[in-house]
């Protein structure tokens, strides 16, 4: 962390499944343009993905391949701090001093919240209650100014500002208020098959997401079968949500405007938008792909990336964590 700009940047995904479209256009993608100008710490944010169930061995190797995802999407492991939350334990301990500043029916009030009970109504534990104070706690442990994201994780990203504004009420100026920065275009991916939701890791019908790790014959097949309309037009708007999705995918990957790629289809079907938006998506995963391998076989830098991540998040996350427990009144250690 030695930029110019002393701005922090802060963002994380949950190891479940495996990155997709939606997280590398929503998210990752931005997080890559980030580390040029800021101080950024990428997390694994291992300790949210026990809200649901998990098979243990399972979950360790898919924690390792996101933390080998976030390096194949191009992240620079000298430029940005690369960690597993699990392994810097003062998230835990913020959270906790957070969650005793948090109301019940603020949480209660989270549309994931609701989402997610409905999905699991088996295991409608309380961390899935208070997730949103730990995500609080993982943005407010280094301070962060910024919070790269998609759409979907606005509410919590309300609720860790209005966390942050009444602890600082409460026991004077602490925590910078963080501000979201999603992209204008490709905040929400939609789902292949229903366009009309998100595009999800969790989704139930694979048809509907594309993942990073997907082969070219996958994301080809996948992109083919996109639910669209009978309208048959190329055209940018709400009504022809599933074109829509596709325009939108197309431009963010190939680096051009919604109005160039419109203009570009006018006159033709759905199946060329489909296939041409399925060869950009190939084209612009390959480098992905070749760099996966590459950490994959090369396991003890990885490894020395992610210990050396969470030395360094320690340190910042012991400076702040020192701070609180001076503000609420804890005897120093
Ligand atoms: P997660 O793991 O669900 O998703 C990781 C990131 O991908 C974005 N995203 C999308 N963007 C556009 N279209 C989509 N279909 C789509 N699906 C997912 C998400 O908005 C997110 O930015 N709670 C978070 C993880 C988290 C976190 C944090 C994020 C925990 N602590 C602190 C930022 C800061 C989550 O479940 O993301």
Request: hydrophobic share 35%; aromatic share 8%.
């Amino acid at each position: 962390m030695s930029n110019q700009n002393d701005k922090i940047v802060f963002s994380g995904a949950q190891p479940t499944g495996s990155l997709t479209l939606g997280n590398y256009i929503g998210a990752v993608k931005n997080w890559k343009t980030l580390e040029k100008e800021y101080n950024c710490l990428y997390c694994i944010v291992d300790s949210h993905s026990l809200t649901v169930r998990h098979d243990p061995k399972e979950f360790n190797k898919t924690s390792l391949s996101f933390l080998v995802q976030y390096l194949a999407s191009g992240l620079d492991p000298d430029k940005n701090i690369i960690y597993f939350q699990s392994h810097v334990p003062q998230h835990a301990e913020l959270s906790w001093v957070l969650g005793c500043n948090t109301y019940i029916g603020e949480l209660n009030r989270m549309t994931q919240f609701k989402d997610k009970s409905e999905k699991h109504k088996d295991n409608i534990n309380s961390g899935l209650l208070t997730y949103p104070v730990l995500m609080a706690a993982d943005i407010l442990l280094y301070k962060a100014n910024l919070v790269p994201v998609g759409e979907d994780q606005k509410q919590h990203l309300e609720l860790t500002r209005d966390i942050a504004n009444r602890f600082n009420n409460l026991y004077g100026e602490t925590f910078p208020i963080p501000e979201p920065h999603m992209p204008k275009v490709g905040a929400r991916i939609m789902s292949l098959q229903e366009p009309t939701k998100k595009m999800s890791k969790s989704d139930e019908n694979v048809n509907g997401t594309i993942f990073l790790m997907d082969s070219e014959d996958v994301i080809m097949k996948k992109m083919k079968r996109a639910v669209t309309d009978s309208e048959n037009n190329v055209v940018y708007r709400d009504e022809q949500p599933g074109v829509k999705n596709l325009i939108t995918i197309h431009s963010r990957l190939a680096g051009i405007s919604i109005d160039e790629v419109v203009a570009q289809y006018e006159g033709k079907g759905y199946g060329a938008l489909k296939k041409d938006t399925a060869e950009v998506v190939i084209e612009s995963l390959r480098p992905f792909k070749d760099r996966y391998n590459e950490y994959m076989n090369n396991l003890d830098y990885v490894e020395n990336i992610y210990k050396k991540g969470a030395k360094r998040a320690y340190e910042l996350a012991e400076d702040t964590m020192t701070l609180v427990r001076k503000r609420i009144g804890l005897i120093q250690k």
